[in-house]
């Protein structure tokens, strides 16, 4: 059974960092593209990067230079490091695997709330 | 950047309608145009894959089409388990994905 189950969501100030684990069980996540898609609350859904088996990465110009997206693959995990957050970047975040060019197994979401 | 838009923003139906939800690029995005569903609290959920392909599992009264700019997302007889917020998604400009602003479906 395929599983994503993401982790590390909190509240933290503006300027803090923080980084989001996603857990994977059911296909190996260094063989796939692992996207992360955000969702402010009330609001739709935000593609904010993915990282490609071969390990290439690509952002949102919203995030870029701020958040990097990695994997530990003896962990079979995927992270996203957050850096000098904003008020804007309150949301729940979930990862999701790529295939056919469409998201098709994500995660339930983990809430990240930047406030002072 | 391709932008996404769909309409209605939000719509009211009674179970057994028909029901159809458009969206609309930017650009010519050929056939590279996805459908999720998502309710309240829960993770988005893939319904239909390159504007017409039925994710394994999903019911048959869910069907996808266009190409070009134009795409509809079709459900033939509304159920009570259908009222969500459905998404379209295009992929043609991998890597990066952009979502339409979504529809709600309500009673």
């Known amino acids: 059974e395929v599983q994503l189950v993401e982790s590390g969501g909190d509240l933290v100030q503006p300027g803090g960092s923080l980084r989001l684990s996603c857990a994977v069980s059911?296909?190996?996540?260094?063989?796939?593209?692992m996207n992360w898609v955000r969702q402010a609350p009330g609001k739709g859904l935000e593609w904010v990067s993915v990282?490609?088996?071969?390990?290439?990465?690509y952002y949102a110009d919203s995030v870029k230079g701020r958040f990097t997206s990695s994997r530990d693959n003896s962990k079979n995990t995927l992270y996203l490091q957050m850096n000098s957050l904003r008020a804007e970047d309150t949301a729940v975040y979930y990862c999701?695997?790529?295939?056919?060019?469409?998201?098709?197994?994500w995660g339930q979401g983990a809430l990240v709330t930047v406030s002072s | 950047d391709i932008q996404m838009t769909q309409s209605p923003s939000s719509l009211s139906a009674s179970v057994g309608d028909r029901v159809t939800i458009t969206c609309r690029a930017s650009?010519?995005?050929?056939?590279?145009l996805n459908w999720y569903q998502q309710k309240p609290g829960k993770a988005p959920k893939l319904l239909v894959y390159?504007?017409?392909n039925l994710q394994t599992g999903v019911p048959s009264r869910f069907s996808g089409s266009g190409s070009g700019t134009e795409f509809t997302l079709t459900i033939s007889s509304l159920q009570p388990e259908d009222f969500a917020t459905y998404y379209c998604?295009?992929?043609?400009?991998?890597?990066?994905?952009?979502f339409g602003p979504g529809t709600k479906v309500d009673i």
């Open positions: 999701a695997r790529e295939t056919k060019n469409s998201l098709d197994y």
């Open positions: 059911g296909f190996t996540v260094s063989s796939n593209y």
């Open positions: 990282i490609h088996s071969g390990g290439s990465t």
């Open positions: 650009q010519s995005i050929s056939s590279y």
């Open positions: 390159v504007a017409s």
């Open positions: 998604q295009q992929s043609f400009g991998t890597p990066i994905f952009t």
